[in-house]
């Protein structure tokens, strides 16, 4: 009997003790840590991009893309010439960039007859010009193998990043610089900067190309983008005159 209630007594004492309520709680919290740890961390969302003031051209090839879908869910980019600025857009017409961009040394907004066929060297200087117009884009190689965005391969346009080229021309630094009239140096082609190009444009037209709306110079910019006929500017009624004071 003695030598039954010592196996008992031992049974038991080698038994794991029945966990407290407060044992458990410890365990499972524990568990719910480990479990946080291996899960991904969230996603950053990105801010949307604030464009600045735009031109009255520019507002109005923008409404005229996004209400119409005229890019066929395809990303795009408007090219204010005037202003020499790009602004980016992703398919769904939410903007991703914006920055300054090097154009042709010309005024004008038609490309010569011919002058696709021509090298650089037979170009002349009226002829440097970047066409006015919209553009279906995708990417293909130049002269050299380099690979470039395509706006216009008929005419030799394309838009990419600046060259390598002559560097008495400053093309970084005339891209930079506060005036406008310095951004005309291209023989027709876009350069655009390289965080813009390769960190936003690149990735969106890689696959199936996108839209380039380029704003002309000169010629009305319903001639350039015909659908607008269709869409006249109103412009906005002039704010009547209040007497009261304002802060400024």
Wanted: proline content about 10%.
């Amino acid at each position: 009997m003695i030598k039954a209630f010592a196996a008992i007594a031992g049974l038991a004492l080698a038994l794991p003790s029945p966990m407290t309520e407060s044992g458990h709680a410890s365990t499972v919290a524990a568990a719910k840590t480990k479990a946080q740890k291996r899960k991904r961390p969230a996603k950053t969302v990105q801010k949307p991009v604030e464009l600045p003031g735009l031109t009255i051209p520019t507002q109005r090839v923008t409404a005229w893309v996004s209400e119409t879908g005229d890019n066929n869910g395809l990303p795009y980019v408007v090219i204010d010439k005037p202003s020499a600025t790009i602004f980016a857009f992703d398919g769904a017409g939410k903007p991703v960039g914006f920055g300054p961009v090097l154009i042709g040394r010309a005024l004008g907004d038609d490309a010569t007859p011919g002058v696709g066929n021509k090298s650089l060297a037979e170009i002349g200087p009226a002829e440097k010009t970047t066409p006015a117009g919209r553009f279906l884009a995708r990417f293909g190689k130049a002269a050299g193998n380099t690979r470039v965005l395509w706006v216009d391969y008929a005419t030799s346009v394309a838009m990419h990043t600046i060259p390598p080229g002559n560097p008495k021309e400053n093309r970084a630094k005339r891209m930079l610089s506060p005036s406008i009239e310095d951004n005309r140096i291209t023989f027709g082609c876009i350069n655009v900067p390289k965080a813009l190009y390769n960190g936003k444009i690149a990735p969106m037209f890689g696959k199936k190309g996108g839209y380039v709306y380029i704003l002309p110079d000169t010629k009305p910019l319903e001639d350039a983008f015909p659908p607008l006929h269709a869409r006249p500017f109103k412009a906005e009624p002039a704010a009547s005159e209040d007497t009261t004071t304002t802060a400024r």
